[in-house]
């Protein structure tokens, strides 16, 4: 893939509902972003609600129809949003120095411990939901959908901002088939598991170089990414006006 140029639009450019977080992407009418305002983050998860416990049921439904737990004290959210500002799609991102929900939930699913794959430099993602009226639904001519314009958003985030190169993700098979055949770069990590309503579940390593090479939608898209976040090591010297 040849060096991409970040574009960097004006704030007035923006949707009103994303002007004030920090935009990561943007296709068609739907723009990534990573969360940065509770308001944006109860979003998610009452989104993560409609999926995880009133679809799946693995997870007890609540009153306040928001669903979240321990790990999200600390984790970021990276959202997708339509221009009237539904969010449709996340997913969480916790780093090496955090507790996992691999290790709290599904230990069996890594033939070696997670500690080391901190120490390999890995994070994990998990809680991906996406509107169940957004999935296999595209939002441009190419065929782009709102997963996909989370994964770039994902990789955007991991890759530039927090120098990471390595992801764990632990998934439905048919979903790691999904992420496959898009030209995401995923292992198994260990065994399949099956969960009490027998659904199965295991881990995957997500290698993102590998990924911003052959992810077909990555490719076509990275022209439109817009970048006001700066590493973390040199934040200063990046931030977009």
């Known amino acids: ?7 960097q639009l004006k704030q007035d450019t923006l949707p009103d ?3 004030n977080t920090s935009i990561v992407s943007r296709i068609s009418a739907y723009t990534g972003f990573v969360a940065a305002s509770e308001k944006h983050r109860f979003s ?11 679809e799946l049921n693995w997870q007890p439904r609540q009153n306040s129809r ?4 321990v790990f999200d004290t600390d984790a970021t959210s990276i959202c ?3 221009d009237e500002g539904k969010i449709v799609a996340t997913i969480r991102l916790l ?13 069996d699913t890594l033939t070696r411990s997670s500690m080391h794959l901190r120490k390999k430099g890995y994070i994990e993602a998990s809680r991906l939901a996406i509107c169940p009226s957004m999935r296999n639904v595209p939002i441009d001519s190419s065929g782009t959908t709102a997963l996909d314009l989370l994964l770039i958003t994902l990789i955007n985030y991991s890759w530039d901002y927090l120098g990471k190169k ?3 993700i632990t998934t439905t098979p048919l979903m790691a088939v999904t992420l496959k055949r898009r030209g995401i770069a995923i292992e198994q990590a260990g065994e399949i598991i099956t969960m009490a309503d027998n659904c199965k579940v295991a881990s995957y390593l997500c290698d993102l170089e590998v990924s911003r090479d052959q992810y077909r939608h990555y490719g076509n898209y990275m022209h439109q990414s817009i970048w006001p976040l700066a590493p973390k090591a040199n934040v200063a010297s990046r931030i977009a006006v």
């Open 66 to 69: 928001l669903e979240s737990d």
């Open 44 to 54: 998610a998860y009452r989104l993560r609600h409609q999926v995880y416990c009133e």
């Open 1 to 7: 893939m040849s060096p991409h140029t970040a574009i």
């Open 80 to 82: 997708v949003a339509s």
């Open 17 to 19: 509902h994303v002007s």
């Open 95 to 107: 780093d090496e120095t955090q507790a996992w929900l691999v290790d709290h939930s599904f230990p």
């Open 166 to 168: 390595s992801v764990l």
